[in-house]
């Protein structure tokens, strides 16, 4: 392959390996470091035909940025960042930037294995998919099953999961199978405005719409039968649940309000942005403080919101079965962040560890085996990485491998990757083409409105085996066993 440019024609892309690209740096564009693609020959021509590596290559241009900017093979255009983008900045030097995090902050995904097999499943597929549609709340501005009085939001923003379970919605357990807990230390709900605490106080326990969804899937092959028994999947055929869905409008609310603040400091501080989407303030600003706070709190939103739709999934299922989810074995696997920024401890090039704030806008942290931060179950094989598809394609799950924490700052990929407008995809399908082609595939779908079918066609997204295949190829995370969907419920 002959040398890439970006879409605008600004930066030049050039080919290192079969699968490792860069973006070399510029100092006449401003660029403090290099931009590195891992990618696919097909994957990065997909990333050409956006603003992706525009995006990337406007990142290498924040202050106190290191190392190297890193798109991932499910990169694609967003909000200042690209989606599939991790970027590392200096804590005393450096800036935080909310573009960096996205509108839906701690969008991220959680994985539930039961003990239940396809066979047991049988003719209560729709049933029970009628039964979580009705259970969960779905759709755009769509309402959680109670309200949260401001005291208990408040308290909610401050414990995450931990608020959920303790007033019973979960097993103690889940809370140990969290990134981070499931409850960020340093949220503060003061730095949150009235408006996002109003949107968030009706939406705790919803499944949003989007690319957001709760599927029925099955285990269709093992890879790492050592690591799978260790996270509960030990047969092909088991069945699984996965939800994927963030911080609802509380998030969204944040995001705004401070892209506003970060907008205003940026020129108080003298930034000079290469873009204005990527309006940032110093780490050690008050307005990074609060941002940081804010942010943390929405962290703790999401994760709660999933815990809740953990509690309502095991309900749904115990009345289809009619047996409790202790005797179906309904254990959370693992839940996942791809929209967060915290402080971590990485090395840089080949220095000793520091502090940096990692911004991982639409990835996943895939940190190998004897990290501290990980759980004790998982200790000596690594973090669960859960990769979940489009509507009708497979996910993933893998193990974070040690050659994360050089080549990504222990990240990798958080889904497909969207390859086509929600506009395009409607544009290009009918409701009643893309259900058919889901039933082909075994698939049984309900979803509050047309659009959230059409807008989500399993074509509107790249492969995620092919996005898969490249981390698994460069050991950031390899692969552990593939999930498809039996049963999907939509906004």
Not at 193 to 218: C, D, M, P, T, Y
Not at 335 to 346: F, L, M, Q, T
Not at 450 to 479: F, R
Request: proline residues 3%.
């Amino acid at each position: 392959m002959s040398e890439l440019l970006s879409k605008s024609g600004s930066y030049r892309i050039r080919k290192i390996s079969d699968l490792i690209f860069q973006i070399e740096k510029d100092e006449s564009k401003g660029m403090k470091v290099p931009v590195t693609i891992y990618a696919s020959d097909s994957l990065i021509s997909k990333m050409i035909n956006d603003r992706t590596l525009d995006q990337a290559g406007n990142v290498a241009t924040l202050p106190g940025v290191v190392k190297h900017v890193v798109v991932l093979p499910d990169g694609h255009e967003g909000y200042g960042f690209p989606v599939g983008g991790v970027a590392a900045t200096d804590m005393d030097e450096g800036v935080v930037s909310p573009g960096g995090v996205g509108y839906d902050i701690n969008c991220g995904v959680r994985l539930i294995k039961t003990g239940l097999s396809t066979s047991d499943l049988g003719p209560h597929l729709k049933d029970l998919v009628n039964e979580l549609f009705r259970s969960i709340p779905t759709g755009v501005g769509s309402e959680g099953a109670f309200r949260l009085t401001t005291s208990e939001l408040d308290e909610l923003l401050i414990e995450g999961t931990n608020w959920a379970v303790e007033h019973g919605y979960g097993w103690q357990q889940d809370k140990e199978t969290c990134e981070e807990g499931g409850m960020m230390s340093g949220a503060d709900p003061t730095r949150v405005s009235e408006v996002a605490k109003k949107r968030g106080a009706i939406q705790l326990g919803s499944l949003g719409s989007g690319n957001h969804f709760l599927e029925v899937q099955k285990v269709d092959k093992i890879y790492d039968p050592l690591a799978a028994s260790s996270m509960g999947l030990d047969h092909e055929g088991q069945i699984t649940i996965l939800v994927h869905c963030g911080s609802r409008g509380f998030g969204h609310q944040v995001c705004s309000d401070y892209l506003r603040v970060s907008e205003i400091a940026s020129k108080k501080y003298g930034f000079k942005l290469a873009d204005r989407e990527l309006a940032c303030v110093p780490n050690d600003s008050s307005e990074g403080n609060d941002y940081r706070s804010a942010m943390f709190s929405s962290l703790n939103f999401a994760w709660c919101n999933r815990q809740m739709i953990t509690h309502w999934t095991r309900k749904a299922f115990e009345r289809i079965f009619r047996a409790s989810d202790q005797a179906l074995e309904m254990e959370l696997v693992y839940d996942v962040s791809h929209n967060i920024a915290k402080i971590e401890r990485h090395s840089v090039n080949g220095e000793g560890t520091r502090d940096l704030v990692i911004h991982r806008k639409g990835a996943t942290r895939a940190f190998p085996a004897q990290m501290p931060e990980l759980p004790a179950r998982y200790y000596k094989i690594g973090q669960p990485v859960i990769i979940p598809g489009s509507m009708g394609t497979a996910s993933w799950v893998l193990k974070g491998n040690r050659k994360s924490l050089n080549l990504s700052f222990g990240s990798t990929a958080h889904g497909a990757g969207r390859m086509m407008s929600r506009s395009a995809a409607k544009r290009m399908h009918s409701v009643d083409e893309v259900k058919k082609t889901l039933e082909m595939r075994g698939v049984y779908i309900r979803s509050s409105t047309k659009d959230g079918i059409v807008e989500e066609a399993p074509d509107a997204y790249k492969d995620v085996d092919a996005v898969v295949d490249v981390s698994d190829s460069l050991g950031i995370a390899t692969k552990v066993a593939r999930l498809v969907p039996l049963g999907v419920i939509k906004g």
